[in-house]
DNA sequence: AGCACGCCGACT
DNA sequence: GTCGGCGTGCTC
């Protein structure tokens, strides 16, 4: 084995292949399939991951690895083999494939430095240059772009020899290491014949608690370094590095739990389980249990179960869901087996939770969508919490859904895959209906808890009755009652499509952002008008731009206008406001919840964040102040976005002793995702949605693809989208829908236009192989910039 | 993606 | 005649 396929680390179509590498005779042996490697690339040095290892090449001028930078592999031969059907199925580059799997920490930086070839070679330089490399005789490409006045001097002295290029290849993060010390053996007896009282401490130290960090060492005997040093020196202790994890929780007390007994739907729903588990079987089952019927409770009893069979299990919780609540309950259960991945642990933190799952040291992982990819050999279980949440589809490259990738992974490890939800995907539904997936049904809240009530307020009856405040009478009244028994209340605005946008009473304009036609939103503190999509910033002005009447105001209600009113209503009340803006420092969103969890504050108002998995005992009502701002979105899912987000909101209130209230206000009562959300009933909903994405073509009666195109000249997007769909609809089945072009709901963002097809098929064997086509049709165009294609595959946005 | 090579117009 | 602009094509 002396040669290995590479895959190098540049995400383009023309390296979207392996190139072969001779491997060095001291690396013979060493080097496998998913291993890291440096290799010379041209004239630069990249990274690069081995895909095979063989004892041929056809290429005639092979180059050496230059580097081997692992011992195990990253990536296992599973991992390797997915990343093909992940770039098959989503049209990606591999090498995006196999980046989506690895923690950013060991993902390369690449930089290029200049060096002096030689002592005397400082003497032919032009006099800027001597001046810069006097001192230096190694500087980094960008600071010399910096430095000198033209870079061409710099390239022209490369050219004469005097100057050398080379270029390094560093990880992001690295390994944390921390300097331990040891007593050596010889000494372990000899302390009393040591005369430094300060030494004397260290070894007796060292003697009663073995192997400990210099850190420690200094700060429990309030000494300084030296004495350690001079220890070190006369061969009584040893001192050297070894690798820590940083471990975010470590400073926590997490309490032990134990398994709750299970009733009777609980049990049922973990038998079937079990029974697929026993037999090594891939089966999906659909876990469908209402808000509060104890869906945690199975999933930790069933990993114990795989956990006893010395098989792994991979949890997947959405983001927003994963509070410090949930990440408890699997620590509280299984302690030391569990890391935890998400996007609130720093780089190296999360390298470090990666590092654990690779050398075997947890057997459960929870975490965000990109857990799935933890790389376990001997997998027993994976679960999908929240199935219905569209954060299991990433947006970017690769475009894939965590779902597929589970259900991929469950099928090569023949082992079960669970998706929970109080209201599934009708996707995932329909699948349970066919017989493809294994229904469970879990009716009944664990502890015999009614369901909250649900009152609709009719937010039309109010203004007509002349209440023009965000509150209805109804939720006013509930909230000052709430308030008066100590009570706690969470309000929740869905706040996309709501925000606070800017208007003149006089003429009606609309201020909107330059670059992305959407309107600007007002931000109170700073007095500012901000564009959610492309970060531009402007002043509030005075008078309304079009006609100049100074009768210009921000209309919509964001949480921070919400806030304000509560305290003008009720003065008395104390609330936490979390949004994009509370929480955005690490740690504050933790901090926050603990706040309300510990009764610092009445009211909790907040975004999405606070919709999913919070359990609060002392909260009895929940207020939803607009429910239809969802409904409107210019998406097919938005009834079931509505449904879900209702649903889950209302599941918030009395799930404990104290009974639950909910107040859902709406100016559209009358629609069917409000009334039935009402009565938490999933069943007719499904029916009711199923009928209407029949009749429209909708998932999950058709597959969708969206094929965007953008591009600042406006001619030249109407003239590709057209050519595309023209395409489409020629070489596609005439079974398949072809819709479009039209323009994207949002045309336009960062000065590009936005236009967008869609496919809706049944079943369409060409269909990769088409899209491919056009693809590499327009190639030269997208790779020079300016035209951008995307193709997404089972969307779940359209913007 | 980077980087070299190469072919044209604009200056010393 | 050289410098430097960017289009073209390659990287084991």
Same mark, same amino acid.
């Given at each position: 084995?002396?040669?290995?396929?590479?895959l190098?680390d540049?995400?383009?179509r023309?390296?979207?292949?392996?190139f072969?590498y001779?491997?060095?005779?001291?690396?013979?042996?060493?080097?496998q399939?998913?291993m890291?490697?440096?290799?010379?690339?041209g004239?630069?040095?990249?990274?690069g991951?081995?895909l095979?290892v063989?004892?041929?090449t056809s290429?005639s001028?092979?180059k050496?690895?230059g580097?081997?930078?692992?011992?195990?592999?990253?990536?296992t031969?599973?991992?390797?083999?997915l990343?093909?059907?992940?770039?098959?199925?989503?049209?990606?580059?591999?090498i995006?494939a196999y980046?989506a799997?690895?923690?950013t920490?060991?993902?390369a930086?690449?930089?290029?430095?200049?060096?002096?070839?030689?002592?005397?070679?400082?003497?032919y330089l032009?006099?800027?240059?001597q001046?810069?490399f006097?001192?230096?005789e190694r500087?980094?490409?960008?600071?010399?772009e910096?430095?000198?006045?033209?870079?061409?001097?710099v390239?022209?002295?490369?050219?004469e020899?005097?100057?050398?290029?080379?270029y390094?290849?560093k990880n992001k993060?690295n390994k944390k290491?921390?300097?331990?010390?040891?007593?050596?053996?010889?000494f372990?007896h000899?302390?009393?014949?040591?005369?430094?009282?300060?030494?004397r401490?260290?070894?007796e130290?060292?003697r009663?608690?073995g192997?400990t960090s210099?850190?420690e060492?200094?700060e429990?005997? =309030?000494? #300084? $370094?030296?004495p350690?040093? %001079?220890? !070190?020196?006369n061969?009584v202790? *040893?001192?050297h590095? &070894?690798?820590?994890?940083r471990?975010?929780?470590v400073?926590?007390?997490?309490?032990?739990?134990?398994?709750?007994?299970?009733v009777?739907?609980?049990?049922n729903?973990?038998?079937?389980?079990?029974t697929?588990?026993?037999n090594?079987e891939?089966?999906?089952?659909?876990?469908h249990?209402?808000?509060?019927? =104890?869906? #945690? $409770?199975?999933?930790l009893? %069933?990993? !114990?179960?795989v956990?006893n069979? *010395?098989?792994?299990? &991979?949890?997947l919780?959405p983001?927003i869901?994963?509070?410090?609540q949930?990440?408890?309950?699997?620590?509280g259960?299984?302690?030391n087996?569990?890391?935890v991945l998400?996007?609130?642990?720093?780089?190296g933190?999360?390298?470090?939770e990666w590092?654990?799952i690779?050398?075997?040291?947890?057997?459960?992982?929870?975490?965000?969508?990109?857990?799935?990819?933890?790389?376990f050999?001997?997998?027993?279980?994976?679960i999908?919490?929240e199935?219905?949440e569209?954060?299991?589809?990433?947006?970017e490259?690769p475009?894939?859904?965590?779902?597929d990738?589970?259900?991929?992974?469950?099928?090569?490890?023949s082992?079960?895959?669970?998706l929970?939800?109080?209201?599934?995907?009708?996707?995932?539904?329909?699948?349970?209906?066919?017989?493809v997936y294994e229904?469970e049904?879990?009716e009944?809240?664990v502890?015999?808890?009614?369901?909250?009530?649900?009152?609709?307020?009719?937010?039309r009856?109010e203004?007509h009755?002349?209440n023009?405040?965000?509150?209805?009478t109804?939720?006013?009244e509930?909230?000052?009652?709430?308030?008066?028994?100590?009570?706690q209340i969470?309000?929740f605005?869905n706040?996309?499509?709501?925000?606070?946008f800017?208007m003149?009473?006089d003429?009606?304009?609309?201020?909107?952002?330059?670059h992305?036609?959407?309107s600007l939103?007002y931000?109170?503190?700073?007095?500012r008008?901000?564009?959610?999509?492309?970060?531009?910033e402007?002043?509030?002005p005075?008078v309304?731009?079009?006609?100049q009447?100074?009768?210009?105001?921000?209309?919509?209600?964001?949480?921070?206008?919400?806030?304000e009113a509560?305290?003008q209503q009720?003065?008395e009340?104390r609330?936490?406001?979390m949004?994009?803006d509370t929480?955005s420092?690490?740690?504050?969103?933790?901090?926050?919840?603990?706040?309300?969890?510990?009764?610092e504050?009445d009211?909790l108002?907040g975004t999405?964040?606070?919709?999913k998995?919070l359990d609060?005992?002392?909260?009895t009502?929940?207020g939803?102040l607009?429910a239809?701002?969802?409904?409107h979105?210019?998406?097919?899912?938005?009834s079931?976005?509505?449904?879900s987000l209702l649903?889950?909101?209302?599941?918030?209130?009395g799930r404990?002793d104290?009974?639950?209230e909910?107040?859902?206000q709406?100016y559209?009562?009358e629609?069917?995702?409000?009334?039935?959300?009402?009565?938490q009933n999933?069943?007719?909903?499904?029916?009711?949605?199923?009928?209407i994405r029949?009749?429209?073509?909708?998932p999950?009666?058709y597959?969708?693809v969206?094929?965007s195109i953008?591009?600042?000249d406006?001619?030249?997007?109407?003239?590709?989208s057209?050519?595309?769909?023209i395409?489409?609809?020629?070489?596609l089945?005439?079974?398949?829908?072809?819709?479009?072009?039209?323009?994207?709901?949002i045309?336009?963002?960062?000065d590009?236009?936005?236009?967008?097809?869609v496919?809706k098929?049944k079943?369409?064997?060409?269909?990769?192989?088409?899209?491919?086509k056009?693809?590499?049709?327009?190639q030269?165009?997208?790779?020079?910039g300016q035209?951008?294609?995307?193709?997404d595959?089972?969307?779940t946005m359209?913007?």
């Amino acid at each position: 084995m002396n040669y290995a396929s590479v895959l190098v680390d540049v995400s383009v179509r023309q390296t979207d292949r392996a190139f072969d590498y001779a491997i060095p005779n001291r690396w013979e042996d060493a080097v496998q399939p998913g291993m890291r490697v440096i290799v010379p690339f041209g004239p630069r040095k990249v990274q690069g991951i081995v895909l095979a290892v063989k004892d041929h090449t056809s290429v005639s001028k092979v180059k050496e690895i230059g580097e081997v930078l692992d011992v195990i592999p990253v990536l296992t031969e599973e991992l390797l083999l997915l990343g093909t059907y992940l770039s098959e199925e989503t049209l990606c580059f591999l090498i995006t494939a196999y980046q989506a799997m690895l923690p950013t920490a060991i993902k390369a930086v690449y930089k290029k430095f200049v060096r002096l070839h030689s002592k005397e070679s400082i003497d032919y330089l032009p006099e800027e240059l001597q001046a810069i490399f006097t001192h230096l005789e190694r500087r980094e490409w960008s600071e010399l772009e910096e430095l000198v006045s033209k870079i061409t001097t710099v390239q022209r002295a490369i050219k004469e020899g005097l100057l050398e290029v080379d270029y390094e290849v560093k990880n992001k993060a690295n390994k944390k290491v921390e300097r331990v010390a040891t007593l050596l053996e010889v000494f372990d007896h000899e302390a009393n014949s040591i005369s430094s009282p300060q030494q004397r401490d260290i070894i007796e130290f060292l003697r009663l608690n073995g192997q400990t960090s210099i850190k420690e060492l200094k700060e429990r005997l =309030g000494i #300084t $370094e030296s004495p350690i040093k %001079t220890l !070190q020196k006369n061969k009584v202790i *040893n001192v050297h590095s &070894i690798e820590v994890y940083r471990d975010p929780y470590v400073n926590k007390q997490i309490n032990r739990t134990s398994p709750l007994p299970l009733v009777d739907e609980q049990k049922n729903a973990y038998e079937k389980i079990a029974t697929s588990i026993s037999n090594n079987e891939h089966k999906v089952h659909l876990l469908h249990g209402v808000t509060g019927s =104890g869906k #945690t $409770e199975v999933y930790l009893q %069933t990993i !114990q179960n795989v956990l006893n069979l *010395n098989k792994e299990a &991979i949890v997947l919780v959405p983001e927003i869901a994963l509070t410090p609540q949930i990440v408890e309950r699997f620590k509280g259960r299984f302690g030391n087996d569990v890391a935890v991945l998400h996007s609130g642990l720093s780089i190296g933190e999360k390298y470090d939770e990666w590092r654990k799952i690779q050398r075997k040291e947890v057997k459960v992982v929870v975490g965000a969508r990109s857990a799935i990819f933890a790389p376990f050999e001997n997998l027993g279980l994976i679960i999908i919490d929240e199935e219905h949440e569209t954060t299991y589809k990433q947006d970017e490259h690769p475009r894939y859904h965590a779902r597929d990738v589970a259900i991929w992974r469950g099928n090569y490890h023949s082992c079960s895959v669970v998706l929970g939800s109080a209201t599934p995907t009708l996707e995932s539904y329909a699948r349970a209906q066919k017989g493809v997936y294994e229904l469970e049904t879990m009716e009944k809240r664990v502890n015999q808890d009614a369901l909250p009530t649900v009152e609709v307020v009719d937010m039309r009856e109010e203004l007509h009755r002349g209440n023009r405040s965000m509150f209805s009478t109804a939720l006013h009244e509930k909230i000052e009652d709430r308030l008066q028994k100590k009570e706690q209340i969470i309000l929740f605005l869905n706040r996309r499509g709501y925000s606070s946008f800017v208007m003149c009473r006089d003429c009606g304009f609309v201020i909107q952002c330059p670059h992305c036609e959407v309107s600007l939103t007002y931000h109170k503190n700073t007095h500012r008008l901000k564009c959610h999509y492309c970060g531009y910033e402007e002043h509030m002005p005075k008078v309304c731009p079009s006609c100049q009447s100074d009768y210009i105001r921000f209309f919509g209600t964001g949480t921070q206008k919400v806030e304000e009113a509560i305290y003008q209503q009720f003065p008395e009340a104390r609330v936490i406001r979390m949004d994009n803006d509370t929480t955005s420092r690490k740690g504050s969103h933790e901090k926050m919840l603990k706040q309300f969890g510990n009764g610092e504050a009445d009211i909790l108002l907040g975004t999405q964040m606070i919709a999913k998995g919070l359990d609060f005992p002392k909260v009895t009502l929940v207020g939803v102040l607009a429910a239809d701002s969802s409904l409107h979105l210019p998406d097919f899912r938005a009834s079931e976005r509505t449904f879900s987000l209702l649903t889950q909101v209302s599941g918030r209130a009395g799930r404990h002793d104290l009974p639950g209230e909910v107040v859902v206000q709406t100016y559209t009562p009358e629609h069917y995702s409000i009334e039935l959300a009402k009565d938490q009933n999933y069943l007719d909903f499904y029916e009711q949605e199923m009928k209407i994405r029949r009749n429209f073509h909708y998932p999950p009666y058709y597959y969708l693809v969206l094929i965007s195109i953008s591009h600042q000249d406006l001619m030249k997007v109407v003239k590709v989208s057209e050519q595309i769909a023209i395409y489409l609809r020629e070489h596609l089945s005439n079974k398949s829908i072809i819709l479009g072009p039209v323009s994207s709901p949002i045309p336009k963002i960062k000065d590009k236009f936005r236009y967008q097809c869609v496919i809706k098929y049944k079943y369409e064997p060409a269909l990769h192989a088409v899209l491919t086509k056009i693809q590499q049709f327009y190639q030269e165009e997208t790779d020079k910039g300016q035209l951008q294609i995307t193709i997404d595959f089972q969307p779940t946005m359209f913007m």
